[in-house]
């Protein structure tokens, strides 16, 4: 099974993996570099053993598929309201801050409806930088009017609290939201 990916004497895992799935690397301009007839400066000849192979490599930015996330099809994506970015059309997307706003008991003042909404969807822990973004939402939900700030997910009880007590200070009322779990329909919004 190994020698399927043997190259330049050794396995190498990518071209053995090429095999058995569909090869997917984190851009398609990198995909085309690799495959491209100069690949011995870029891959040591990887690009080469697929071409030869017939094996396809397939280049998808950060490694996610946007088809999914289409916000033009609400239907597959979960949005309550659909947009379009490309053309320009982005009531949609008005709505579903609208609703995002709502949900979370957020300020809903005209100059707050103008500001940008700012969020954070992850895992609340030291290596996310999580104490660098509560101070710096600190000092941003005091100093700002107009914006607002959403953090939702859940991690270190200690990053939970900190969060929790911005969530309840008097200088960020209906400027900050923090939402102390994983909620993929909320995240969505």
């Keep these: ?12 895992p990518l071209l053995l993996a090429g095999s058995y799935a569909r090869l997917v690397t984190v851009s398609e301009q990198y995909a ?3 495959l491209d007839e100069r690949d011995r400066e870029m891959s040591d000849g990887l690009g080469r053993a697929l071409r030869e192979r017939g094996m396809p490599l397939a ?3 950060n490694g ?8 033009r099809f609400p239907e597959k994506t979960g949005l309550p309201f659909g947009y379009d970015p490309l053309s320009g059309d982005l009531e949609g997307k008005k709505r579903c801050r ?19 909404l700012y969020a954070f969807v992850g895992r609340l822990t ?3 930088g999580i104490d660098i973004l509560f101070h710096a939402l600190k000092r941003l939900v005091r100093g700002m009017p107009g914006r607002r700030f959403v953090v939702l997910g859940q991690g270190e009880k200690e990053k939970e609290a900190m969060l929790g007590w911005l969530s309840t200070d ?3 009322a209906g400027r900050f939201a923090f939402v102390p779990r994983y909620d993929t329909a909320l995240a969505l919004l």
């Design 1 to 12: 099974v190994l020698e399927k990916g043997i190259l330049h004497g050794t396995v190498d």
């Design 32 to 34: 085309r570099e690799m």
């Design 59 to 61: 280049g998808i930015t």
């Design 64 to 71: 996610i598929d946007p088809e999914p996330w289409d916000p």
């Design 98 to 116: 609208e609703a995002l706003t709502a949900r979370l008991g957020m300020d809903e003042k005209p100059q707050a409806a103008e500001g940008p």
């Design 126 to 128: 030291g290596q996310k």
């Design 170 to 172: 008097t200088s960020s």
